[in-house]
């Protein structure tokens, strides 16, 4: 095969196929699909790219026209991880030439920009964390329902994506509803659908969310706003896998898989008579906690990089990053909004800096107070040459509170 000296060099994966056996890939292809060498030659090649569209809708098999192509198709490397591939399928000789360039990080990146994104690898190094993401292989095997409780904004909704796509129903339904934003009068109807002459307006039959998530998975998020009266509705759903729908007569099996997520502690709740005891302990089969940032504050600086490429890549930008300054008044800060609110900062700051690095004047106001008072200290003490008494005379402070605050601030004189 003289080709392949020439194809060894190339970026883009490249196998060649005779009656779709693997007869040899180069480098690239080896890294894309995790796949050696040996475990690559002699295989089917819908047993190495292992996509989409390789057992119905392989373009080799129904005979359409070459060169053939298509971008985004999804796979599954050897270690079962999603990739992103732009395929070019092409003649070559007695056999096939099949070209992947691998575009999971754009993909991905894309994704998450646009809200949609199948959030796997969530980013931690928090000790904490890690323990819990390390249950999630477990969680997604099983078909219990899940209790996810952590605060506004830790993850609980990218944890239930993960345990979706990480499970046996990962091909059926990912439906999510939020019990607190649905009107109480209009929840019941959402969830479990009516039919035709249910009430006034009823002129058809309208399938609910349960009926819909069928063979999937459903999360109901802000569970603790669930009303008491549909709560012993959710209960028989969980118990006896069937609900009734609106003015239905006879109710309607179905196959759902339930994760509800809660920013309250619902154990508190049931004490206090504001959620059913039976539904929290059918809820709570499998239970997992999310911390709060400011418990894990080592994930700050990964989190701010991976933001960074984010908005880089939607808007175009080329920012490396924060400097030193800027970075300490984020680690200072608890975030009580937690990631989210760590990623609205990041994505504010992308608005008002120009050049390559945010600094601190292209943070919220109210992570420059601390700031700008170190910034005042520092300068008083340069007038005051460093003498404290003088300094404290020139800030309008006693001497003892100047102390404190040069304490607090890290300032040494």
């Known amino acids: 095969m003289d080709w392949k000296k020439m194809v060894d060099s190339v970026a883009e994966g490249i196998v060649y196929v005779e009656n779709f056996t693997v007869k040899y890939a180069n480098p690239a292809a080896v890294a894309i699909t995790g796949f050696s060498l040996e475990e690559i030659t002699g295989k089917k090649c ?3 790219l292992r996509t989409e569209i390789c057992q119905n809708e392989c373009p080799l098999r129904k005979g359409e026209k070459l060169p053939w192509g298509r971008e985004g198709v999804s796979s599954l490397d050897r270690f079962n991880e999603e990739k992103f591939l732009n395929l070019k399928i092409n003649r070559l000789g007695r056999g096939w030439m099949i070209v992947f360039e691998d575009r999971t990080r754009e993909v991905r990146l894309s994704r998450e920009v646009q809200g949609n994104f199948r959030f796997r690898d969530i980013i931690t190094a928090s000790p904490r964390m890690l323990e819990v993401l390390s249950l999630l292989p477990r969680v997604a095997a099983s078909s219990a329902p899940v209790l996810v409780e ?3 904004g830790t993850g609980k909704e990218l944890v239930s994506s993960a345990i979706h796509y990480l499970s046996p129903r990962r091909a059926g339904p990912y439906l999510k509803v939020n019990c607190a934003t649905i009107p109480e009068g209009l929840l019941e109807s959402e969830l479990f659908g009516y039919v035709r002459g249910a009430f006034t307006d009823a002129r058809a039959d309208k399938k609910g969310i349960f009926a819909m998530a069928h063979g999937g998975t459903l999360l109901l998020d802000e569970i603790a706003e669930m009303p008491l009266s549909l709560q012993a509705k959710l209960l028989r759903v969980l118990e006896e896998g069937e609900f009734l729908p609106l003015g239905a007569t006879s109710p309607v099996k179905v196959d759902v898989r339930i994760i509800a997520a809660t920013n309250k502690n619902l154990a508190s709740l049931v004490r206090e008579g504001r959620f059913r005891e039976d539904l929290f302990y059918r809820l709570n089969v499998l239970y997992l906690k999310l911390p709060p940032l400011r418990e894990r504050k080592e994930d700050i ?6 933001f960074v490429e ?6 175009g930008k080329s920012v490396e990053g924060l400097t030193d ?5 984020l680690m200072d800060y608890d975030y009580p909004g937690n990631v989210r609110e760590l990623r609205n900062i990041v994505e504010a700051a992308f608005v008002l800096v120009r050049g390559n690095l945010i600094d601190v004047e292209h943070l919220p106001s ?10 005042r200290i520092e300068d008083a003490l340069r007038r005051a ?20 605050k040069m304490k607090k601030y890290g300032i040494r004189a």
């Open 325 to 329: 300054r800027a970075m300490e008044l």
């Open 310 to 315: 984010i908005f880089n890549f939607a808007t």
């Open 46 to 48: 819908f047993e190495v």
């Open 301 to 306: 600086p990964l989190l701010v990089e991976h």
């Open 385 to 404: 040459r460093w003498k404290r008494a003088e300094a404290a005379r020139i800030l309008g402070l006693s001497r003892s509170t100047l102390w404190r």
């Open 366 to 375: 109210y992570l420059q107070g601390e700031e700008a008072e170190r910034r």
């Open 150 to 152: 952590g605060e506004s």
